[in-house]
């Protein structure tokens, strides 16, 4: 069906829409296929020529994203908390400068930290 719409529309743009809204049909009809397999049976050379593909690895790139950012600031939290506790200051002095979160586990606690 995708082929056809290549060979049968020119114009890129409608040609994108009609091809992305055969994705999402295909998608949502057999949701028990792969990934693989719906892009094998629209006959797409490549999954990563779909344009669900595409939004779905933009979405997990951002998510990535903002765990890694989120884990860099507890890391840096931690390291800041140790750092004081180093230097003299109390557990509680310790968690409210560095904003560590009291519940998360760190070295001072014999627990591990959490990666």
């Given at each position: 069906m995708v082929r056809l719409v290549r060979q049968e529309i020119s114009n890129p743009t409608l040609q994108?829409?009609?091809?992305?809204?055969?994705?999402?049909?295909?998608?949502?009809?057999?949701?028990?296929?792969?990934?693989?397999?719906?892009?094998?049976?629209?006959?797409?050379?490549k999954l990563e020529e779909t344009r669900v593909y595409k939004e779905v690895f933009a979405e997990g790139k951002q998510e990535g994203k903002q765990e890694g950012k989120q884990e860099g600031k507890q890391d840096n939290a931690r390291e800041v908390?140790?750092?004081?506790?180093?230097?003299?200051?109390?557990?509680?002095?310790?968690?409210?400068?560095?904003?560590?979160?009291?519940?998360?586990?760190?070295?001072?606690s014999g627990e591990e930290t959490p990666q």
């Open positions: 994108a829409e009609i091809i992305g809204l055969i994705e999402e049909m295909a998608i949502e009809r057999f949701p028990s296929l792969s990934q693989q397999e719906v892009a094998q049976m629209l006959g797409f050379a908390f140790e750092k004081l506790l180093q230097r003299g200051f109390s557990r509680e002095e310790a968690l409210d400068i560095s904003g560590l979160d009291p519940q998360t586990p760190t070295a001072d």
